[in-house]
């Protein structure tokens, strides 16, 4: 995808998840996706062997204090 790309999904998806944006965070937010597709699209192309991550792994958080 390109620049136009992730404006055009911006200009959809803030509102159908019901986010507002300040427009002096738009093109921050905009460079960020382009980023977060790129660095995606690395670890998409590096295989692991199927038993290489632990995917059953689970973060157990404290219980907060009464």
Avoid: Q
Wanted: aromatic share 6%; glycine share 6%.
């Amino acid at each position: 995808m390109g620049p136009t790309d992730w404006e055009t999904y911006l200009d959809a998806m803030t509102p159908a998840v019901g986010l507002t944006l300040d427009p002096a965070s738009r093109a921050g937010v905009i460079r960020f996706l382009g980023l977060a597709a790129e660095m995606a699209a690395r670890l998409e192309a590096v295989e692991f062997a199927p038993d290489a991550l632990d995917l059953d792994a689970t973060l157990a958080l404290p219980e907060p204090r009464r």
